[in-house]
């Protein structure tokens, strides 16, 4: 039986602030444990809190940025729960009222021409939880140096309906937010972080089933594992007889298994009412306006202007900015060798085809868009065929040098036209047979005699001139 797969993300996101949200305590990835919780984050008796405006300033950004509705008036709520790795027992967050209401995101699916689009129910600030380390020497532990660190919780409407939507969606949301200049949204360092809400139903028409949220999602394949994991956990209950019990769960990414963590959580569990130390307050138009009106370059304007500035086609320009890191790059090797489609071919081809292959960051990659466009330069200017440009392309990454002293280590150059002719009779003598093939039509023996050409050349014979000459040899011997 197919069923219909139903999905809710709870994105939660650091800020890129310097201090916490609520104090000038610091915070910076990696630091030594507790060695950035002052007085406010300790909870100590006869501190307030005081909202950082960097916070507001990158929170509203981010909703603009995802298309929110920004709300004149709004609040903190403190969320009465039990908090072992926050000090004074509650979170700071916010509940009825949250800053920002009704945005979208919307990507491609692969093969689909038509956007998928993903509402955003709601954006809320609130402060991070410290972190809890069990099973060490039989104790657990707690560093409180994340404590008070400004989040932002982006929650979606239950849109999605597969787990590669959901993958899709979370790598299009983080390029937003860190081409916002929001937050640098590291899953390995912590700073995005995502639980999903999965549930099942016989087909689309039928009322939503009982979900199960799914937390400890740490990468976004983990969010894809565990959706597809959990999903077929449900059918495979529902069909024996069973039934789905609202309830959160760890996703163990060893066993790749889901575990009971609670059962049933709602609102009145969380035991919100306002914060008495922090008042509501007004978010000025004005204020929202000028942010607007300053936004950086989001992905969708960018595709359109490598669309229009560089002439790349749409598929070209979506692969080269789903990633803030890509885009940076590919915009560097168009700016040292001015050609945008053959940087477009070499940056989504060969490099990405490499760094994705290896799991390496582009920013790490041995071949630098310095590189990358020297070499390119190089092409343009007739010193290296496509064919040896890959060659010294391999040597780049693999030996960690410039596209000069590659070329001058193993001699590459193309071959003197003069010689062509020589070199392509002498061919076109030592197979007659494909000749005469090609005399009929046949583009296969074309291409066995391109590919004798090139190994008697050692791929480096310009491609072009080897083809005009070819043509032209060819129909000298018809007449």
């Not at 909202?51 to 004149?72: F, M, P």
């Not at 004074?88 to 699916?109: E, L, M, T």
């Not at 036209?417 to 020589?422: E, F, G, T």
């Not at 047979?433 to 310009?462: C, H, N, W, Y």
Request: proline share 5%; charged share 25%.
């Amino acid at each position: 039986m197919a069923w219909d797969i139903v999905i809710g993300l709870e994105v939660h996101v650091q800020l890129g602030t310097r201090t916490k949200l609520f104090s000038s305590d610091p915070y910076g990835f990696g630091a030594p444990a507790n060695s950035q919780a002052g007085p406010v984050t300790l909870g100590l008796p006869g501190v307030l809190p005081v909202l950082n405006q960097e916070v507001l300033r990158l929170a509203v950004t981010a909703g603009l940025a995802l298309e929110c509705k920004i709300a004149e008036i709004t609040k903190f709520d403190r969320k009465h729960y039990f908090y072992p790795d926050l000090p004074k027992g509650y979170q700071i967050s916010q509940y009825d009222q949250p800053y920002a209401r009704d945005g979208r995101v919307s990507f491609q699916r692969k093969g689909d021409a038509n956007e998928t689009v993903v509402r955003i129910h709601r954006i809320h600030m609130e402060e991070d939880a410290g972190k809890l380390l069990h099973a060490v020497n039989n104790r657990s532990y707690v560093d409180l140096n994340r404590a008070g660190v400004p989040l932002l919780e982006i929650v979606s409407e239950p849109d999605l309906r597969s787990s590669n939507d959901a993958y899709d969606y979370l790598q299009t949301l983080r390029n937003i937010l860190r081409s916002a200049g929001v937050s640098e949204c590291s899953m390995e360092q912590g700073s995005l972080r995502c639980d999903a809400n999965v549930s099942v139903r016989p087909t689309p028409s039928d009322p939503f089933g009982t979900r199960v949220e799914i937390k400890n999602l740490n990468s976004f394949k983990a969010v894809k594992a565990a959706i597809d994991y959990e999903a077929v956990r449900q059918q495979d209950l529902i069909e024996s007889g069973g039934k789905v019990i609202q309830s959160t769960v760890l996703w163990d990414a060893d066993q790749r298994v889901t575990r009971l963590m609670r059962t049933k959580e709602d609102a009145e569990d969380y035991r919100y009412f306002p914060d008495p130390d922090l008042l509501p307050f007004r978010i000025e138009p004005a204020f929202v306006a000028n942010l607007k009106k300053n936004m950086p370059e989001l992905p969708a304007a960018k595709r359109a202007r490598y669309v229009k500035e560089f002439g790349l086609p749409d598929y070209d320009a979506d692969v080269l900015t789903r990633d803030l890191d890509v885009a940076t790059y590919y915009e560097k090797v168009v700016s040292i060798c001015g050609d945008g489609k053959k940087s477009s071919n070499w940056v989504k081809d060969e490099v990405l085809g490499v760094t994705n292959k290896n799991d390496i960051p582009i920013s790490a990659f041995a071949c630098t868009p310095e590189r990358l466009g020297r070499m390119i330069q190089l092409i343009n200017e007739g010193k290296l065929t496509g064919k040896m440009a890959k060659q010294v392309f391999e040597h780049i990454h693999q030996e960690n040098l410039d596209p000069d002293k590659i070329v001058e280590k193993y001699g590459y150059k193309p071959v003197d036209v003069s010689s062509l002719p020589d070199i392509i009779n002498k061919v076109l003598d030592a197979n007659a047979s494909a000749v005469e093939d090609i005399l009929a039509g046949k583009d296969r023996a074309r291409g066995f005699i391109m590919g004798q050409i090139m190994k008697e050349t050692r791929g480096q014979a310009p491609a072009q001139e080897v083809n005009q000459l070819l043509d032209q040899l060819i129909q000298a011997r018809k007449s």
